[in-house]
């Protein structure tokens, strides 16, 4: 069983930076594609960023794109989210999430295997 733990999430200003990280144990990480799914309150979950498994594609959402930056490191079993210019329509639960059976990313939250239990990032204006 997969198990999955992101961190890193906190209250901060606009404007600022922050980084999520994800870290993997129980399965085979570099196997998976990865991905950040994130819910605003009152609000449906929404992709944010996905990696394949060799981090060499990466698909961002538009409403991220300039900004964020995802990332992975198969030696320590964990995917990263570089969060830049952080703004109020930011404020979320991230989510990381492993797709065990594609190795390209995809944005389909139901192609998803595996998930964590989410961070809260806060940002304010």
Do not use: H
């Not at 930056?69 to 969060?83: G, H």
């Not at 999430?97 to 989410?118: K, L, N, S």
């Amino acid at each position: 069983q997969v198990q999955l733990v992101e961190s890193g999430g906190g209250l901060v200003q606009a404007g600022v930076s922050l980084r999520l990280s994800c870290a993997a144990s129980g399965g085979t990480f570099s196997r998976y594609a990865m991905g950040w799914f994130r819910q605003a309150p009152g609000k449906e979950r929404e992709f944010a960023a996905a990696i394949s498994w060799s981090g060499g594609r990466v698909t961002l959402a538009d409403s991220v794109k300039g900004r964020f930056t995802i990332s992975r490191d198969n030696a320590k079993n964990t995917v990263y989210l570089q969060m830049n210019t952080l703004n109020a329509d930011d404020t979320a639960v991230y989510y990381c999430a492993a797709d065990a059976t594609y190795a390209v990313p995809t944005t389909d939250a139901r192609a998803y295997d595996y998930w964590g239990q989410g961070t809260q990032v806060t940002v304010s204006s």
